[in-house]
């Protein structure tokens, strides 16, 4: 009985984990970037987690990878980090982060699409859940705005969309590139080249000229301490032990979870709105995520898919 009860505790701590720390980091986001420059702010969180990641999985004992390992990290940290949470970083200057984890709860519509003729038909339920999530997208961004003569910056929305594509790409080729067997040494490494991906981008781009030390808020500096830390690194690791405490099914549900939690945080902790128009976008695309994650069952189709 003691073992249950302890196995059952861990179970809800990593739930917890991956709910709310991945919920938040959307907002947290926001934070960081309110005096740091987005790409250099996101390439320092990678590149730090991920050298620890890679340095805590290589003394566990993990084999030192190969040259073809390098190179495959390297393009799914390109599409994963310098993409995926490139795009979000750079639009939540404009987006609020609510709104941002909504439009990228479409991943798993991209890669549906993208995936199709490689693995099982989609069902009836599937296309529903395509439809619903594309309705709730065009809601967000259509004409009239958020409601309340508030409108979405269309700049901000297509770097979110972008930012879906790249990530639903990056997750489909790593399943078929050629990396590491441990999970977390090519998690590592894929963060440690995306973060020296987004640190170069962020130098070309001019970021550094724009670092003044003085101006760096306190929140920032905690918000990218608690992006490091639990993230990227304590949410990474519990969802890791759920893939195998659990099925992949139940695991996947972060995926339309995450965005309620982001959008509740954003608008209890930094004004952002809430209107019936967002809540009802919402609703649809959460719907979607919810109809296509309990579709795609297998292991392989549950790996990290919102770019946060």
Known sequence: MGKRIRSDARLVAAFAAVYLIWGSTYLAIRFAIETLPPFLMAGVRFTIAGGL??????LR??????????RSAAIVGGL????????????EQTVPS????????????????????????????VWLGLLLGFLGVGLLVGPNGLGGGE??????AGALLLASVLWATGSLYARRSTLPSSQSLATGMQMFTGGALLLALGAVTGELGRV?????SGRSLLALAYLIVFGALVAFSAYVWL?????????????????????????????????????MAGGLIVAAVLLIVGW???????RSEAPS
């Not at 409108?151 to 901000?156: E, F, I």
């Open 53 to 58: 990641l890679y340095g805590w999985t290589r």
């Open 61 to 70: 004992g993990a084999e030192a990878p190969l040259r073809v390992h390098w």
């Open 80 to 91: 994963l980090f310098l993409g995926g949470n490139g795009g979000v970083v750079w639009a």
């Open 98 to 125: 609510g709104l941002s984890a909504l439009i990228v709860a479409i991943v798993p519509l991209w890669m549906v699409l993208f995936d199709r003729g490689r693995s099982e038909k989609p069902s009836r339920a």
């Open 151 to 156: 409108s979405v910056d269309l700049a901000g």
């Open 212 to 216: 003044e030390p003085s101006a760096i």
């Open 243 to 279: 893939l195998r405490a659990t099925t992949p099914a139940k695991a996947a549900t972060y995926a339309y979870v995450n965005p309620i939690v982001a959008v509740i945080l954003g608008w209890a902790l930094a004004g952002e709105p809430l209107s019936p128009r967002i809540a």
């Open 296 to 302: 795609r069952r297998t292991p392989r189709a549950t």
